[in-house]
């Protein structure tokens, strides 16, 4: 028994070890990200009250294709004075790391971008153009990047060329950008039904609904094999309408169950026992049997109640007990056809 307390001791402070050995190395990770998230707490809203000019930090936005960012020493030239009593870790040497801005990577642009700012300018643009609220902007985050998007609506409000070229120096219409690689070939359907939002997976810039329908006739999907023709489409349908909307029209179906009936129409599917009637009457919708039988007379034709019935009767007391019932009983209300 006394071994048996002591191993379990040793467990427990095997475990409390581990467990501060966790929270010092949480303490260390934190102490590291702390002042990197201070660093980037950068208030452009305090240098427009001073009157200053986004020149005046960034001296290549004007005649330059980039906006140049600030260096420490021309930081410097105010805020020696000004950080003179404040705490070190509101000084602005810590928006700095080896001399250049830890925030630099805001105005870094993919390499397959082509974008002057000078000639923005020169257009009439001003930074409140492309960097909204700028000016009262009190912290450097990822939303001040603009998004090709934004590039684009404002190209077209101006007529200014909008074609790949424009910005790019190799993307362009008739070439597969680098994401329509690898597995794009079966993940792509994926990618057309459930949209991200992402730019790379707008099939619009370069495709147009007739894209679609020119490769799936000579190459269906992968999941349409035989199997899919003879059995499991019909499952699908059933369940995802708006998938095989993608492709097809409703005419489609019609078209090939007008010679071919669904392998579920034999045995008991008809009279006398019609059984079919309880595969659709949940009830029946505009997606059951009247998506092929619409000349069918409907079920809104039925004998109505008896003048002397009222909705609150218990039909099934009376009927398929000691009154005959001349239809399959499926559990629906009596009154959506007996009115």
């Known amino acids: 028994m006394g071994l ?3 191993d379990h001791s040793r467990r427990i402070s095997i475990a409390l070890l581990a467990a501060m ?3 010092a190395a949480g303490c260390v990770l934190l102490s590291k990200l702390e002042p990197s998230q201070k660093r980037f707490a950068f208030s452009h809203d305090i240098h427009i009250k001073e009157e200053m000019e986004c020149a005046d930090c960034h001296p290549g936005a004007e ?6 960012m600030p260096a420490l020493g021309q930081c410097m030239l105010c805020h020696e004075g000004i950080d003179a009593e404040k705490p070190a870790e509101k000084k602005i040497s810590n928006l700095f790391a080896g001399g250049k801005l830890i ?5 870094k642009l993919d390499p397959e971008v082509v974008f002057s700012h000078a000639r923005h300018v020169v257009a009439g643009e001003t930074c409140e153009s492309c960097h909204s609220g700028i000016a009262t902007n009190e ?3 990822p939303e001040m990047r603009l ?3 934004s590039c684009m609506q404002c190209h077209s409000s101006k007529s200014t060329p909008n074609d790949c070229a424009t910005c790019h120096k190799e993307i362009r219409a008739d070439a597969p950008p680098p994401s329509h690689g690898h597995n794009w070939t079966r993940a792509h359907g994926a990618t057309v039904r459930n949209p991200t939002g992402l730019i790379g997976d707008k099939c619009s810039l370069c495709h147009t609904e007739s894209s679609c329908a020119t490769c799936h006739k000579e190459t269906p999907p992968q999941n349409h094999n035989n199997f899919w023709r003879i059995r499991g489409h019909g499952i699908a349908a059933q369940m995802d309408r708006a998938g095989c909307a993608v492709c097809h029209t409703p005419d489609t179906c019609s078209s090939c169950h007008a010679d071919t009936l669904p392998q579920s129409h034999s045995g008991m599917w008809g009279s006398p026992k ?7 009457h949940f009830p029946l919708t505009d997606n059951g049997c009247i998506a092929c039988h619409t ?11 008896p003048p002397w019935h009222d909705l609150g009767m218990n039909c099934r007391q009376c009927h398929g007990v000691t009154q005959p019932l001349n239809h399959v009983d499926d559990g629906s209300t009596c009154v959506m056809c007996h009115r």
């Not at 005649?63 to 140049?68: L, Q």
């Not at 925030?103 to 105005?107: E, I, K, L, P, T």
């Not at 019609?274 to 659709?280: G, L, M, R």
């Open 147 to 149: 998004s090709m998007d």
């Open 4 to 6: 048996l307390r002591a």
């Open 21 to 23: 050995a966790v929270t």
């Open 63 to 68: 005649d330059s294709d980039t906006p140049g």
């Open 139 to 141: 912290r450097i985050e």
């Open 274 to 280: 019609d059984s079919h009637c309880v595969t659709c």
């Open 295 to 305: 000349d069918t007379p409907s079920h809104a034709l039925a004998t109505p109640m």
């Open 103 to 107: 925030a630099v990577h805001a105005s």
